[in-house]
């Protein structure tokens, strides 16, 4: 039975289409995948614009989201991707060639489709969820089962899952078994209709987490679509944010949007605070250090002092032979026992960490000052409140 007539027949015996639409995941299309929105409208039957004139661009390897409030043609726009809604007027491009001069079997067999709820065949082990489009390819059994294997570790699942239901999960568990399913045959493209909506906000944010980590090592090209803008911050590479009656209001970076909201609508929809925002989006690693009054353990009083007038400091940061903060010391006590014991000093942050951890190590810290560790833990200089303006600007 072909794919689609498959499809056709699941959804003629009472089960959902959201569960049928998920299986077109197969991938022939070429590596170099530009998705290009030129001049597109949707019009429904009863005159709704669902998307108005919309031009983008969607960069191979990139993960786009299309972000708005309900009914601002997000989901509209994923859908006519794959042709599960047909464009009204302008073209849609994939690597250059309008999705409409193909047919709707070669088109989706590019496309992976997650979306909300899973979709998962409810008949059907977690195992045979997975394995039903390289089924309908012909793969040979070995190999499908070996996939199976491959999929259910790389989304963090047990093994001894592959036997059971999707009743039988958390819904967290099932979005995980809606993405296996999507990667299944290894499709270059990813299409994601609010596919972490449906659970709570803790297993939310691990999904999220570990999202993040399969699309840096699998480099799909990925368009996902939220309502939440937090959500699209943390983990778009380029957003959309959409509004009300099918308008691009503004197409940029997570930062980028943060620091120059283009309307009053993107200003809004960003909601408060959009400098703390940006915090979570740039790395420790960019803060430029401010002049740090380091020492050596062991050394004399002169030394602390020259080392803290240089700074403008009345204390000085020790650290230990390689390089590790050993705590610190007020230099006049120290001037007067050179042998006394460090203070604690516990206000780190990781280079790899964002400035908003930054942030919050330096709220607590005594000293108004963090210092920033490389990989090995070794001190990669000393932050403050300044630190972190010039990264924001």
Not at 312 to 329: C, I, M, N, P
Not at 355 to 365: C, N, P, Q, S, T
Request: proline share 5%; hydrophobic share 45%; aromatic share 6%.
């Amino acid at each position: 039975m072909h794919p689609y007539d498959y499809e056709t027949a699941y959804v003629d015996s009472g089960c959902t289409a959201r569960a049928s639409i998920a299986i077109s995941t197969v991938c022939f299309l070429p590596d170099r995948l530009l998705i290009e929105f030129s001049s597109v409208t949707k019009r429904f039957p009863d005159g709704t614009v669902a998307v108005d004139s919309l031009d983008l661009t969607m960069a191979t390897g990139e993960l786009t989201v299309l972000v708005g409030p309900s009914g601002c043609g997000k989901t509209t726009s994923l859908r006519m991707i794959n042709r599960l809604d047909e464009a009204s007027e302008g073209t849609i491009a994939v690597d250059g060639q309008d999705v409409r001069s193909r047919s709707l079997t070669d088109l989706r067999r590019g496309m992976g489709y997650v979306m909300q709820h899973s979709g998962l065949f409810p008949h059907r082990t977690i195992g045979d969820n997975i394995a039903t489009v390289p089924r309908l390819l012909g793969w040979g059994k070995k190999r499908i089962a070996a996939r199976v294997d491959e999929l259910i570790d790389t989304v963090g699942l047990d093994a001894d899952m592959v036997a059971r239901y999707p009743h039988q999960l958390s819904g967290g568990q099932q979005q995980r078994v809606g993405v296996a399913r999507a990667l299944a045959a290894d499709p270059p493209i990813m299409l994601m209709d609010e596919p972490f909506a449906a659970v709570d906000p803790i297993v939310r944010k691990r999904l999220q987490d570990e999202f993040l980590a399969l699309q840096e090592r699998l480099g799909k090209t990925i368009v996902f679509v939220t309502h939440d803008i937090d959500e699209a911050i943390r983990l778009g590479d380029r957003i959309a944010v959409f509004g009300e009656g099918g308008h691009l209001a503004q197409f940029a970076t997570p930062d980028a949007l943060l620091a120059s909201p283009q309307s009053d609508f993107v200003v809004d929809f960003l909601g408060a605070e959009p400098q703390l925002k940006r915090l979570s989006l740039i790395s420790a690693s960019r803060a430029t250090p401010i002049e740090a009054p380091i020492i050596a353990r062991g050394a004399d009083a002169e030394t602390a002092v020259r080392a803290s007038r240089q700074a403008g400091t009345d204390w000085v940061l020790v650290l230990d032979d390689e390089r590790r903060v050993a705590g610190w010391h007020r230099v006049a006590a120290y001037r007067a026992d050179t042998t006394r014991p460090a203070e604690r000093f516990d206000a780190t942050v990781a280079a790899h960490e964002t400035l908003r951890a930054a942030l919050g190590a330096l709220v607590l810290a005594p000293l108004g000052v963090v210092a920033r560790l490389d990989g090995a833990g070794r001190f990669d200089g000393l932050l403050d409140q300044s630190s972190l303006n010039r990264a924001l600007c």
